[in-house]
């Protein structure tokens, strides 16, 4: 696939995303946060563009994975989101569409993808873990957890990779277990391929109502909600709040083919925003379920 129409689809997999309604718990089209609002996440969606033609096009000439240079783009990404709005809106869809989009350039058809996530994640260097640090920096949005080994903010933190030869694969598989990010794209996307992408792919063919791309962003991220914890939410309030927030997006996926629905759904999004209960690792994994679903119609 080319490089132009694979940057194409991450920008569209970004803006559907935020523009899903009602998704729960995140900024949308009739929901704004006080530090965020919805056209941010539109011009964040818009503003990928090149970095992802380009990481796609370098990943199609290289004859050796290390040099993908994923952690180069993911910072990339970031600097240039933030020349245009304040806040850290997509770090962690380009921490997952990345690694996508070079795998899809590498790849002869739509189920190659996965595995060759999986390869240039292994091939990942030093570098690309100090790019990362970096982008997390520029974002503003913390450490990984409270764990004192990944406190990016220290000044000490990037040469200490650098003396322990850390490569970005090793730093997201350390932190692995308290981030649902690190481990998807340590263990070859297992919640995207198996969960979300399936299940936004699955009600995409088989509705034909004219509202069907936004009700499966929708369905989707409910269905991912459902399954598995989020890791932003336990990292703010703890697992035990998580699961609680878990618990009720399965009960309301049970009301997916009623008409209360959509009703169920902004109850719930009250019930977050009132709780400052934020899904957001949610909201990445959907962006990047999308993005691969998107990919599979194209190849």
């Not at 949610?282 to 993005?291: E, H, Q």
Request: charged share 25%; glycine share 6%; net charge negative.
């Amino acid at each position: 696939m080319e490089a132009k129409q694979i940057a194409k689809l991450a920008q569209i997999a970004s803006v559907l995303e935020v523009s899903g309604w009602p998704k729960p718990g995140n900024v949308h089209r009739t929901r704004n946060y006080d530090d965020m609002v919805f056209e941010d996440f539109l011009i964040s969606g818009v503003v990928i563009g090149n970095t992802m033609e380009e990481v796609a096009s370098q990943a199609k000439e290289i004859d050796d994975l290390s040099k993908a240079e994923l952690g180069k783009f993911i910072l990339q990404a970031v600097k240039e989101t933030d020349k245009w709005i304040e806040t850290n809106t997509n770090l962690g869809i380009m921490m997952m569409c990345i690694p996508i989009a070079a795998a899809a350039a590498i790849s002869n058809g739509f189920d190659e993808i996965q595995e060759n996530v999986g390869r240039l994640m292994d091939a990942t260097t030093v570098d690309d873990a100090v790019n990362l640090y970096d982008a997390i920096n520029v974002a503003d949005a913390g450490g990984m957890g409270d764990q004192e080994e990944f406190d990016v903010m220290s000044e000490k933190a990037k040469d200490e990779l650098c003396a322990n030869n850390q490569t970005m694969y090793d730093v997201l598989h350390i932190s692995a277990g308290w981030d649902r990010l690190a481990n998807e794209l340590t263990n070859k996307m297992p919640v995207c391929f198996e969960i979300g992408y399936p299940t936004f792919t699955e009600f995409w063919d088989s509705c034909d109502d004219v509202d069907v791309i936004n009700k499966a962003t929708v369905l989707t991220f409910i269905k991912l909600l459902s399954e598995i914890p989020d890791t932003l939410i336990s990292r703010k309030y703890g697992d035990e709040v998580a699961e609680s927030v878990s618990l009720k997006a399965k009960g309301i996926l049970e009301f997916k083919d009623d008409d209360s629905f959509v009703e169920k759904l902004l109850e719930f999004d009250d019930y977050l925003y009132d709780n400052g209960y934020n899904p957001g690792t949610t909201a990445d994994l959907t962006a990047a379920s999308i993005f691969l679903s998107y990919l599979k119609k194209e190849f």
